[in-house]
């Protein structure tokens, strides 16, 4: 029996069939061309950006590092290429096996294991780490041949900074180190950011610190094409590296090498400064150390040794060493007197060799000086004459007009870690102590300040600036060490412009009066020995402050003390007496009466800034044990003495 098919509806499946699959495909088609627009257009620009970044890599240019150089162009720091062997952590089938298998290709001791070890604490795995340093020429050739056998391990070729002068001057020229994570993080969150990338060494200390920016550069950018295997392939585009500016400073590394030689093994500070302009001319902290040993990571042994030492060579002790001025203040107390109209000049105080107050003895000369003015009181030292002074004026007084000089302040030089040390008043002591009972100035207290001891606590930087702006009258001014910058690219120097000096008001008259009597202490009095036959007039002031309080009673034997228990030697000074050229202030720790340390090394200072002269061996020898006042022998010419590196 023939089956009767319905053509009409058969036609109407077919169409909606037919209907249905052309929507699928203009839909399918639809969600191409839709994609395709997004691809094409809306993220063309994203996508081009990342296939163009896949093909090529961004590669920072670390810019060289700007020189450091004396007034005199002798450079401090400087840099010099060598090949360095680095391991990628994560690019190492087992670190622990890698390093053990380059010992037996290359020279590695167990100080470069432990300072990789820190370096790896320190980074991120896929960073770039020195396993050893300044490798030779055979080193290169040895690994070149056996590359193939150590993943994740190259031969870099790169810049180290060198300190040529080694110990000379460190305190002041500071040293570099690899950036560690507190320095990472602030630089990330700075403008200097983008600046910073690939750099691993920053300054830590000093002028390499303080003027970070002026020494680091401008950080150029390589790109280059790249294979799939993100290898380099070939340099599409570069924008080479600035290098860093040369910083030029006030030192004359000259006189810093002469009065390090002068110190010796003897620990102290000594600044010398220019009162003209605030120029740093030495800025000397002794012991020092050799900032070469921090430039590739200091090795636990050297470390050790200079953190532990009891003679704290790491201490910059010029510029955060404080000490009481001892005798060295006496010459503010009395300028300070005749500002304030509180004694004139001819008044005469009687100095039987002690003064009483409150029930207590204070201790003066053996015998006493009899009548002394303010002239006698300065040239031979009175300290009745000061005791009295003080308990006149009051602490907060001394306090007021010793401020404006910069003692016990911030002097604003040009370097960080400046401390304030104490100047003493009133409110200081109610601010520094807790215990109520100890939070009052009692009377007895202001005696001492008047001879430079009690609170009194200056670092040598102040005692410097403070003896600078009484040598050119009563102008104060920012001690700095920058003098000019030079541009590495131009050539071009420009010297730094400093902010004027501030009067601070001083009577012409009353400095001379001060002048005069400091004069008479180099000339006459307790300065007179030391500078016996200079061919130039001083000033200068003698000082001993104590270490330790021995009492009032207990008369000082240095014999019976240990050695860090005895009195320091001080010296403030200027010359020549007329016209100032050069100012400083210098301590001999523990070394005793001022005459005999530090006053021998002032003596020299000016010997070589005023007359060019350099002691010979037999003087420098004698200065150092402390056995010499005026030179011995004949000097050498400063301009036949050289400053050379240390011998290997």
Request: no cysteine; hydrophobic share 40%; net charge neutral.
């Amino acid at each position: 029996m023939t089956e009767l098919r319905n053509a009409e509806a058969d036609s109407f499946r077919f169409r909606a069939r037919v209907y249905t699959i052309a929507l699928v495909v203009f839909l399918a088609f639809g969600l191409l061309v839709s994609r395709l627009v997004y691809l094409q257009v809306v993220r063309h620009d994203d996508l081009a950006a990342q296939a163009e970044s896949n093909r090529t890599a961004v590669v920072p240019i670390v810019p060289n590092r700007g020189q450091i150089m004396d007034r005199n162009g002798v450079v401090l720091a400087t840099n010099y290429a060598a090949y360095t062997l680095e391991i990628t952590p994560s690019r190492t089938g087992g670190l622990e096996d890698t390093i053990e298998a380059l010992s037996k290709v290359v020279d590695i001791q167990q100080r470069d294991r432990r300072r990789f070890k820190r370096l790896l604490e320190e980074s991120r795995n896929f960073e770039s780490l020195p396993i050893r340093t300044r490798l030779t020429d055979q080193e290169v050739a040895r690994f070149s041949a056996q590359r193939y056998r150590f993943p994740g391990v190259d031969i870099k070729a790169r810049l180290f900074r060198n300190y040529p002068l080694g110990e000379v001057g460190a305190h002041a020229i500071g040293y570099i180190g690899r950036i560690n994570q507190t320095e990472k993080a602030r630089i990330q969150d700075s403008e200097d950011e983008a600046n910073y990338r690939g750099t691993e060494y920053i300054g830590k200390l000093g002028v390499e610190q303080s003027f970070e920016n002026m020494l680091h550069g401008l950080t150029g950018v390589e790109r280059m094409e790249t294979s799939a295997g993100g290898h380099a392939v070939r340099r599409l585009a570069s924008h080479p590296a600035t290098p860093g500016n040369t910083v030029m400073l006030s030192l004359d590394i000259k006189l810093q090498k002469l009065i390090e030689d002068m110190f010796g093994d003897r620990r102290g500070a000594l600044v010398a400064i220019d009162p003209r302009n605030g120029e740093v001319l030495a800025l000397v902290s002794k012991p020092t150390f050799d900032p070469n040993l921090f430039v590739e990571g200091i090795d636990s042994e050297s470390w050790q040794t200079l953190n532990e030492s009891i003679d704290k060579p790491l201490l910059n002790r010029a510029l955060r060493g404080t000490y009481p001025p001892g005798s060295t203040y006496k010459p503010f107390m009395a300028l300070a007197a005749l500002q304030l109209n509180k004694r004139s000049p001819s008044m005469v105080v009687s100095d039987p060799g002690f003064y009483t107050f409150g029930g207590h003895t204070f201790r003066s000369h053996e015998g006493g000086l009899g009548g002394v003015d303010m002239h006698r009181a300065i040239q031979f030292s009175s300290n009745t004459y000061f005791y009295s002074l003080a308990v006149e004026m009051g602490v907060d007084t001394i306090h007021d007009f010793m401020k404006p000089l910069g003692l016990g302040q911030v002097t604003g030089i040009d370097l960080n870690g400046e401390v304030r040390g104490v100047l003493p008043s009133t409110t200081w002591k109610r601010n520094a102590y807790k215990r109520p009972e100890m939070k009052r100035w009692h009377p007895g207290e202001t005696v001492s300040l008047g001879i430079g001891q009690g609170y009194n606590n200056f670092t040598m930087l102040q005692l410097a600036q403070a003896e600078a702006t009484l040598a050119n009258g009563g102008t104060r001014y920012a001690p700095h060490l920058i003098k000019a910058v030079r541009d590495t690219v131009t050539g071009t120097v420009t010297p730094v412009a400093q902010p004027p000096g501030e009067n601070l008001g001083f009577s012409p008259k009353n400095v001379e009066i001060v002048r005069n009597a400091l004069v008479a202490v180099n000339k006459g009095g307790t300065g007179t020995r030391i500078f016996a036959g200079a061919a130039y007039s001083s000033a200068g002031k003698t000082g001993t402050a104590q270490a330790i309080s021995l009492g009032q009673n207990v008369r000082y034997n240095a014999k019976a003390l240990e050695e860090h228990q005895r009195d320091h030697s001080l010296f403030a000074a200027f010359a020549p007496a007329e016209d100032p050229k050069i100012a400083l202030a210098v301590i001999v720790e523990n070394a005793g009466f001022g005459a005999a340390a530090a006053g021998p090394i002032a003596r020299r200072v000016f010997d070589y800034w005023l007359q060019g002269e350099y002691p010979n061996e037999e003087d420098l020898a004698a200065v150092r044990k402390g056995q010499a006042a005026a030179p011995i022998g004949k000097p050498r010419l400063a301009a036949d003495v050289t400053v050379s590196p240390p011998a290997p």
